[in-house]
């Protein structure tokens, strides 16, 4: 059982498009983080969320922490090839020893 | 240079091989980790180390060990391989800063095992 679900797992879209990527747990976290991963590469960290109902921009997404502390979103605004990725997220707190689990991934490609 | 590096990139074994993976990185960091990556799975906890005298089991040990050799070194050992072992490895470490710790991940070693 994963303690991080991430939905959908596979999004293709065109260029253009809005987009929402969805990572939920039964579990509370302290701090929850987006990755993105590029083929042959590892994970780059985009955003970290700290507080319950955060929300952070970077550029054209959007990142929230859900009031619970027990979900999150990501949301990307009319989406570029560049975006292409696989997105991850990971959650730390009490339940995870304080070390980040990671979420089933989600694989997004933009078609031009 | 790269601040994380992993050798070897690639990596064909056979069952029951000992192999080693090592990563070794620039940044200063003390904390250490091994993942292991599956289609579906996302990334999985190994090992992880916060000093060169710590070192602690993640949520799939079993079938590996590790070694800090230095606070830039962090080696990955499978003792018997199997195939079931066929995964994207990577080594991270990472910073402290405050509630949100950021974590610096190497390219990975893609490893077989037949």
């Known amino acids: 059982t994963q303690l991080l679900e991430q939905s959908p797992q596979f999004l293709s879209i065109q260029e253009g498009e809005n987009l929402t990527v969805y990572c939920n747990s039964s579990?509370?976290?302290?701090?929850l983080q987006w990755y993105r991963q590029e083929p042959g590469e590892g994970p780059v960290l985009l955003v970290t969320v700290v507080t319950g109902g955060e929300v952070k921009k970077l550029k054209r997404l959007t990142f929230q922490f859900g009031d619970a502390r027990k979900d999150s979103s990501l949301h990307i605004t009319a989406a570029q090839p560049g975006d292409t990725g696989l997105y991850l997220c990971a959650g730390a707190g009490a339940n995870t020893g304080n070390q980040f689990y990671f979420g089933t991934g989600t694989s997004l490609t933009v078609i031009p | 240079d790269a601040d994380v590096t992993q050798t070897p990139r690639n990596r064909i074994t056979k069952t029951g091989k000992r192999i080693m993976l090592e990563c070794s990185q620039t940044?200063?960091?003390?904390?250490m980790y091994w993942y292991r990556q599956d289609p579906g799975l996302g990334l999985r906890l190994i090992y992880y180390?916060?000093?060169?005298?710590?070192?602690n089991k993640g949520e799939i040990s079993d079938g590996y060990s590790v070694s800090r050799q230095a606070q830039a070194k962090f080696s990955l050992s499978l003792e018997s391989a199997i195939p079931n072992q066929t995964a994207l490895y990577f080594c991270?470490?990472?910073?402290?800063?405050?509630?949100?710790?950021?974590?610096?991940f190497g390219p990975g070693t893609r490893l077989l095992v037949l």
């Open positions: 991270a470490t990472s910073d402290l800063q405050g509630a949100g710790e950021t974590q610096y």
């Open positions: 940044k200063g960091h003390d904390r």
């Open positions: 579990s509370v976290f302290s701090s």
């Open positions: 180390s916060f000093d060169v005298k710590d070192i």
